[in-house]
């Protein structure tokens, strides 16, 4: 870890002490391709005009991404094949998962199911992607057309039940379905739940961000500093790097990889100084960050209720399959606390009887 407590940049009656910063990410959503056969309303990319879609848009070189995983590999981290593409739209999508899984990287990948195919659902299962989430946002054609712009929700449920089927029972992938919650599909949620939670490993409920914020979210009186400065390494197909994915369009650049590597890169100047006005309580000093208030999703309370471990952030609602749980471990957890064991589960259920 750099030492910048001498930048000039650094107000030492403030007196920091900075966090510890891991030598290398241990979490990355990279955009192998920004590619996308939707345009959901919601999504800060593809939801704008065609102009803006424009000047994001493109395919990661092969040989960059090569040398990316070569550098990261020694970390072991996990990676988010996409984070504004459709990661079924990455070419030689095989190829690239192979480039990971044989570096020993955990692969995760949030889709739109609406192409996956028995032969890459066999694929996913052989090569051991840890784990696949569908956006699935409702449980009727109309909702799924208001909030996605499609009404294909049996295509999407085929290929969510496609890939149980394939996987069965073996532990891989942890298989799951999201909603973000908003107005277009709020009325639905309960409905959702109730159709997926035990089928799927996990239900996942999170909330829309609009306007630089949350503004569904109960936020914490105490501001801290975001933990995904931290933990997450947002790298767009050009190698750029933001400070946070949900910066679309580049505004946070605090380096490129493909120039200077990733170690630099997640330990230089620019992501310091980002820090440093986080840890600080200098909001103002990093716009995209001023009103946000994704910092408080890592605080958690936990339940157990009819065969399911739910787990309840101020962001995100998570609704496991108990008997499933097996597979909701190492760099899946993504920050979170492990779930209990089933013994712990048992004592927990048979003191509340």
């Known amino acids: 870890m750099k030492d910048y407590s001498n930048a000039t940049w650094v107000d030492p009656s403030l007196g920091w002490k900075p966090r510890a910063v891991s030598e290398l990410p241990e979490r990355m959503l990279v955009d192998f391709a920004t590619k996308c056969n939707l345009r959901c309303p919601m999504c800060p990319v593809w939801g704008s005009d065609d102009n803006a879609i424009e000047s994001v848009k493109g395919v990661m070189p092969v040989d960059a991404a090569r040398r990316m995983l070569d550098e990261i590999m020694a970390a072991t981290p996990l990676v988010q094949p996409s984070m504004y593409g459709e990661p079924l739209l990455i070419p030689d999508l095989k190829g690239r998962i192979v480039d990971m899984?044989?570096?020993?990287?955990?692969?995760?990948?949030?889709?739109?199911?609406?192409?996956?195919?028995?032969?890459?659902?066999?694929?996913?299962?052989?090569?051991?992607?840890?784990?696949?989430?569908?956006?699935?946002?409702?449980?009727?054609?109309?909702?799924?057309?208001?909030?996605?712009?499609?009404?294909?929700?049996?295509?999407?449920?085929?290929?969510?039940?496609?890939?149980?089927?394939?996987?069965?029972d073996k532990e891989l992938p942890r298989i799951g379905v999201t909603m973000v919650k908003q107005d277009g599909n709020a009325h639905e949620e309960e409905a959702f739940v109730a159709r997926w939670a035990g089928i799927v490993d996990c239900v996942r409920i999170g909330l829309i961000f609009e306007n630089g914020t949350y503004p569904g979210m109960v936020t914490p009186e105490k501001r801290l500093p975001c933990p995904a400065l931290y933990q997450t390494m947002p790298v767009h197909n050009d190698g750029t790097v933001t400070i946070c994915c949900l910066d679309g369009f580049k505004a946070t650049n605090v380096g490129n990889i493909f120039?200077?590597?990733?170690?630099?890169?997640?330990?230089?100047e620019a992501f310091a100084k980002v820090r440093y006005y986080?840890?600080?309580?200098?909001?103002?000093?990093?716009?995209?960050?001023?009103?946000?208030?994704?910092?408080?999703?890592?605080?958690?309370?936990?339940?157990?209720?009819?065969?399911?471990?739910?787990?309840?952030?101020?962001q995100f609602v998570y609704y496991n399959r108990i008997d499933r749980l097996n597979n909701w471990t190492g760099k899946l957890l993504g920050g979170h606390p492990e779930p209990p064991t089933t013994e712990q589960i048992r004592t927990t259920v048979a003191a509340a009887e």
């Open 259 to 268: 120039k200077d590597g990733v170690n630099a890169v997640w330990q230089g």
């Open 101 to 168: 899984k044989s570096r020993g990287i955990t692969v995760a990948m949030n889709t739109n199911g609406l192409t996956l195919t028995d032969e890459l659902a066999n694929f996913f299962v052989d090569v051991g992607v840890d784990s696949v989430f569908f956006s699935l946002e409702g449980v009727t054609r109309e909702t799924l057309n208001t909030i996605r712009g499609i009404n294909k929700i049996e295509k999407i449920e085929s290929a969510i039940f496609r890939l149980m089927r394939v996987r069965g």
């Open 278 to 314: 986080h840890e600080t309580g200098q909001w103002d000093e990093v716009p995209f960050c001023k009103s946000c208030n994704g910092w408080a999703q890592h605080e958690f309370e936990d339940e157990i209720r009819d065969g399911l471990f739910i787990r309840r952030s101020p």
